[in-house]
């Protein structure tokens, strides 16, 4: 395994030596504009995230909720380009070196019709462990790991409710760092109550996979955070609850932090 890969993994093990779940923010580079979303990475690290997810703007995020794509449209409108986001990530590591980061984009962002690698090396040289990359597939991501390999980049997979068992197998051994365990059928979004089915799932996932299972899509709340944690989820993913907190200009970073904090409250196993 690379760096990136045993960074990310060795803070889900440190949650869990804490008899903790680990807590995964989601903040949007750029939204509501570059120097805000820069302090929301920073209060979100500072309320607990043990590790921070970082969403680079898309005109096209095909895995997004209504909430996600109106921030990542909004950041673009405000001028968010991968360079900007590129550095977003930058200058999160360089404030808090210890927390590992991994972007969210798509393979048209990060790959495009090479490779990948420039990009790969880019994202790492700026302080990332790893890197989601939701509308690639083990089936066609095979260069892309190679190159991310070479930089010392995790690539992170999905499996979702709908995947087969052997194909969750297949994929869990093919990810690094961590599997991306998707809780339900749909886009991301928060919701009200998690699927009653997501305990099972997340224990069949947790079976089969020998890098720790971070839970996500519609995880908003600390009562889901606390069930996640009982089903044994080793880390929740919290994307659209905190663009929500932010408010309908984006730019109530305290209220963000105070979400993050009772999320964070929440990760107890017990």
């Not at 449209?73 to 404030?95: C, Q």
């Not at 197998?169 to 998690?194: E, K």
Request: glycine share 12%; net charge positive; proline share 6%.
């Amino acid at each position: 395994m690379n760096r990136g890969g045993q960074r990310i993994e060795a803070a889900f093990h440190a949650a869990r030596a804490d008899g903790r779940t680990a807590l995964v923010p989601y903040v949007v580079a750029g939204y509501p504009d570059a120097e805000t979303s820069l302090a929301a990475a920073l209060a979100c690290a500072d309320a607990g995230a043990d590790l921070l997810e970082i969403g680079l703007p898309y005109s096209d995020p095909l895995a997004d909720g209504a909430t996600l794509q109106r921030a990542s449209a909004a950041a673009l409108g405000a001028g968010a380009t991968l360079d900007r986001s590129i550095e977003l990530v930058r200058s999160v590591a360089a404030a808090r070196p210890g927390l590992p980061l991994v972007p969210m984009a798509y393979a048209n962002q990060v790959i495009g019709g090479g490779d990948g690698a420039s990009t790969a090396r880019r994202l790492a040289r700026a302080g990332a462990s790893g890197v989601i990359v939701a509308d690639l597939t083990p089936d066609e991501g095979g260069p892309f790991e190679a190159v991310a390999a070479d930089a010392g980049l995790a690539v992170v997979y999905l499996v979702a409710p709908t995947t087969a068992p052997r194909r969750r197998a297949w994929i869990a051994s093919r990810t690094s760092g961590f599997l991306y365990c998707v809780s339900l059928v749909g886009v991301t979004g928060a919701r009200s109550s998690l699927s009653r089915h997501v305990g099972r799932l997340v224990r069949d996932v947790r079976a089969i996979s020998p890098v720790p299972v971070a839970v996500g899509f519609g995880v908003s709340r600390p009562a889901h955070v606390r069930t996640l944690a009982r089903a044994g989820a080793d880390g929740v993913i919290v994307a659209s609850a905190l663009v929500d907190a932010l408010g309908p200009d984006g730019r109530d970073v305290a209220a963000l932090g105070r979400l993050v904090s009772k999320l964070r409250a929440a990760t107890l196993a017990a």
